[in-house]
């Protein structure tokens, strides 16, 4: 069975991360590929941020004057990813995740936090493979995928 290597960094102060959130967090990616039937072990870096931090990096990389939710950061292209030569597996790339825009999402849509937080980190896994919602079809085989992997996990809304 394939492994993937979780790095999560919480860069932001404004929110007390509750007790097993990181555990989810790694669970929600391992579910993404392990519904993806990817076959090969796996680094992805998440990092937990501010709104303000988030804004910053939207401006920067999307040109987008606003914070956001989250942001994906992939490595590959097509399916082809760097190989890390130290542990052998691909790198997929970078997660982060607004913790304090998470925490208004849910209040907002009615449920958990850990429920917003693991629909990000499962968002932005599809978009590290390769997934997009630019178009309509897209969309669609996007968010029902999101819903079966969330199902998986036992989360519902």
Same mark, same amino acid.
């Given at each position: 069975?394939?492994?993937?290597?979780?790095? &999560? *960094?919480? *860069?932001?102060?404004?929110?007390?991360?509750?007790?097993?959130?990181?555990?989810?967090?790694? $669970?929600?990616?391992?579910?993404?590929?392990?519904? *993806?039937? +990817?076959?090969?072990?796996?680094?992805? &870096?998440?990092?937990?941020?501010? %709104?303000?931090?988030?804004? !910053?990096?939207?401006?920067? +990389?999307?040109?987008?004057? $606003?914070?956001?939710?989250?942001?994906? +950061?992939?490595?590959?292209?097509?399916?082809?990813? %760097?190989? %890390?030569?130290?542990?052998?597996?691909?790198?997929?790339?970078?997660?982060? &995740?607004?913790?304090?825009?998470?925490?208004?999402?849910?209040? !907002?849509?009615?449920?958990?936090?850990?429920?917003? &937080?693991?629909?990000?980190?499962?968002?932005?896994?599809?978009?590290?493979?390769?997934?997009?919602?630019?178009?309509?079809?897209?969309?669609?085989?996007?968010?029902?995928?999101?819903?079966?992997?969330?199902?998986?996990?036992?989360?519902?809304?």
């Amino acid at each position: 069975m394939p492994k993937v290597k979780v790095t &999560i *960094q919480n *860069q932001q102060r404004a929110v007390k991360l509750p007790n097993g959130m990181r555990g989810l967090i790694r $669970r929600s990616c391992a579910e993404v590929l392990k519904n *993806q039937r +990817f076959e090969n072990d796996a680094e992805v &870096i998440v990092t937990l941020v501010d %709104d303000h931090r988030i804004h !910053e990096l939207n401006a920067e +990389f999307r040109n987008v004057d $606003r914070a956001t939710d989250v942001l994906s +950061f992939p490595l590959g292209e097509d399916g082809v990813y %760097d190989l %890390d030569p130290e542990t052998n597996a691909f790198q997929l790339g970078d997660i982060v &995740i607004s913790v304090e825009h998470a925490l208004a999402q849910s209040v !907002e849509y009615g449920h958990s936090f850990d429920r917003e &937080i693991s629909y990000l980190t499962v968002h932005s896994m599809l978009h590290l493979l390769g997934f997009d919602h630019v178009n309509g079809d897209e969309e669609r085989l996007m968010r029902n995928t999101e819903k079966k992997i969330m199902a998986s996990l036992g989360i519902q809304r």
